[in-house]
């Protein structure tokens, strides 16, 4: 897509995400935060515009796949902010509805009887939820966000999200390795395994994020 771009004469910038990457390890990406996304898009483009100057026009556009679809509604929201002329946004499978798709999955993943299938399916669940609660942490550092989200154990399991800069495979395999174990001595079946608070997405802090902090699914723009 990006080769496509430059050689139709777009200019693409690649935003420097809030706390991506950082190589310390200390800080915190705020995954999912919208309004973060939204800043570091608006400040690309107008540092890209003002590095390049008159070699490239005043009009911008944004796109953005899962993640990056997310960070392109946010990018939409906050356009006026870049005082550039906004074209418009293209989100493709966006993260605008966690809770929805968290539900459905686990749903889904609940009704299948093979359990080496739900490990698998539950470890990339998790690692997500993982990555939303260390995006909350970076809002909200002085609250217990891991153990609001997740039961103890798994709620140490879910603080390695936090500015460690992991794939999300990587991270993965952090959840997996419990799971297997229990189903082992739980005979054959992951019934009763400490996974998620029920409930959790009622918490005032969740709700925040939940409600004001990822992108509306009605017209909004």
Not at 37 to 62: E, F, M, P, Q, R
Not at 69 to 95: E, F, W
Not at 139 to 144: F, Q, S
Request: net charge negative.
């Amino acid at each position: 897509m990006i080769d496509s771009f430059v050689q139709a004469g777009y200019v693409v910038v690649a935003p420097d995400y809030e706390g991506l990457g950082e190589p310390s390890g200390e800080e915190i990406h705020p995954f999912l935060h919208l309004k973060s996304a939204a800043y570091s898009i608006t400040d690309a483009v107008v540092a890209t515009k003002n590095w390049l100057g008159n070699k490239v026009s005043n009009k911008w556009v944004v796109v953005g796949a899962s993640q990056g679809g997310h960070a392109a509604l946010g990018a939409a929201q906050y356009a006026a902010r870049a005082n550039m002329d906004y074209k418009g946004a293209v989100a493709l499978a966006p993260a605008n509805n966690l809770e929805m798709i968290e539900s459905l999955s686990d749903l889904a993943v609940a009704n299948n009887k093979d359990v080496q299938a739900q490990i698998n399916s539950y470890m990339v669940l998790d690692t997500l939820t993982a990555y939303m609660a260390a995006g909350m942490k970076s809002a909200y550092p002085t609250e217990p966000v891991y153990s609001i989200v997740f039961k103890s154990p798994t709620d140490k399991i879910a603080e390695k999200a936090e500015g460690k800069n992991q794939c999300l495979i990587s991270m993965a395999f952090n959840f997996r390795t419990p799971m297997r174990t229990y189903a082992r001595n739980n005979e054959g079946s992951l019934v009763g395994y400490p996974r998620k608070n029920e409930g959790y997405t009622q918490h005032p802090i969740v709700r925040q994020f939940l409600d004001k902090d990822l992108p509306p699914t009605t017209d909004a723009y």
